[in-house]
């Protein structure tokens, strides 16, 4: 089992900036992928970012390309989401996710509300 958790989100002004983080704990050793979803009301949940555990290798949908970064610190068992030149059009629920291959299990948090004005 995987527990996580993200904190980070909040209300910023439209071109502002946030980072949310993701501390995970449990058995993380077989984790293959880590990524950030978020939904929006009456929208479906979306894949922003992702990473490749192994490699470190990342994706990102078309609208995070160039304004957000994921990243991890293995040391805290923390990824993170850096969240550059936001605007109303981000505003949602963020979630981390984490993909265990040798079960195909996701695991999610609760997520955290990330609100954009203009």
């Known amino acids: 089992q995987v527990q996580l958790v993200e904190s980070g989100g909040g209300l910023v002004q439209a071109g502002g900036s946030l980072r949310l983080s993701c501390a995970a704990s449990?058995?993380?050793?077989?984790?293959?992928?880590m990524s950030w979803y978020r939904q929006a009301p009456g929208k479906q949940r979306e894949l922003v970012a992702g990473m490749i555990s192994s490699s470190g290798r990342t994706h990102y949908s078309d609208s995070a390309k160039g304004r957000f970064t994921i990243s991890r610190d293995n040391a805290k068992n923390t990824v993170y989401l850096q969240m550059n030149s936001l605007e109303p059009e981000d505003t949602a629920v963020y979630y981390c996710n984490y993909w265990e291959s040798k079960s195909g299990t996701h695991y999610w948090g609760r997520g955290t509300q990330v609100t954009v004005s203009s």
């Open positions: 449990g058995s993380i050793f077989s984790i293959a992928a």
